[in-house]
């Protein structure tokens, strides 16, 4: 059932758009860099001023200018989808037919938007513009030491991963929704809401009693791998942060998934 799933999902002509179109923005910004030079004085997204002197920022420069909305929107697409696109679409009753039942099936798609979640991800990698485009080297990390070439792209590998797993608790939340509503674009549009609204509620100082618990609050956690000395804490709180928002939402979307009745 899941390789199932997963080879519908990506055979969607909407997913390839997406996945095309988050891979066109770090070679769109390769371009720019190339032709029209990069920011001075440190002004622009992080690292994008450092793609000129190694090529290899582009990746970096590319997740950070998508993770703020590009990447979340892509996710708000596909989880708001899994339940209520197939109800919208007519088929949720066939599928419910077979006999692995409504808890397998929502742990198929559940486990597809996962990984989309990476996939989306790895679309955003420009590492072979910027290896066209830009020369590469030894990669200077933010404590100002520089690392040897593989020992910086395993940084940054492990970077983008992590910014894959930062998108979890946003899918989940995506996946619930989609359980309540029988409109796929009701509930695209309410998972990206609510996004929206966490990210406004982490950008006011008001509000900082509870930061902490903003699923966006540690998306940022990834610049430390690429220290000198990594710092694991906001890492780890990252993660386990997503992990719970998975287990609070995952378990509601079964709640709500398994007990209500399907008319389409």
């Not at 059932?1 to 002509?13: A, G, K, V």
């Not at 590009?70 to 949720?92: Q, R």
């Not at 792209?153 to 359980?179: D, E, K």
């Not at 609510?194 to 966006?216: C, E, K, N, R």
Request: glycine share 12%; net charge positive.
């Amino acid at each position: 059932m899941w390789r199932n799933e997963l080879s519908t999902l990506f055979r969607r002509r909407r997913t390839q758009a997406i996945l095309l179109t988050l891979m066109l923005v770090p070679i769109a910004i390769t371009l720019v860099v190339r032709f029209a030079g990069g920011p001075e004085g440190g002004d622009g997204p992080s690292f994008l001023s450092q793609v000129t002197n190694n090529g290899v920022f582009a990746v970096l420069a590319g997740l950070t200018v998508t993770l703020p909305f590009f990447l979340p929107m892509a996710v708000a697409v596909v989880a708001g989808d899994t339940i209520s696109g197939e109800a919208g679409l007519g088929t949720l009753r066939y599928l419910l037919t077979r006999p692995a039942g409504r808890g397998r099936l929502l742990a198929s798609k559940g486990a597809t938007v996962v990984v989309f979640c990476l996939a989306a991800t790895a679309a955003v990698a420009g590492l072979v513009a910027g290896v066209i485009l830009f020369p590469v080297g030894r990669i200077t990390t933010l404590s100002g030491d520089s690392l040897p070439l593989v020992s910086g792209m395993l940084r940054i590998s492990l970077a983008a991963f992590l910014i894959g797993v930062s998108l979890l608790g946003l899918a989940a939340i995506g996946v619930f929704i989609s359980t309540i509503t029988d409109v796929p674009v009701g509930a695209m549009a309410g998972t990206l809401a609510v996004f929206i609204l966490i990210g406004v509620l982490d950008a006011l100082p008001q509000t900082a009693a509870i930061h902490p618990w903003l699923l966006t609050n540690h998306w940022l956690s990834y610049s430390d791998l690429l220290r000198t000395h990594i710092q694991w804490g906001g890492v780890v709180r990252n993660i386990g942060l997503q992990g719970v928002y998975v287990l609070v939402f995952g378990a509601a979307a079964w709640a709500r998934f398994t007990s209500k009745d399907i008319l389409a």
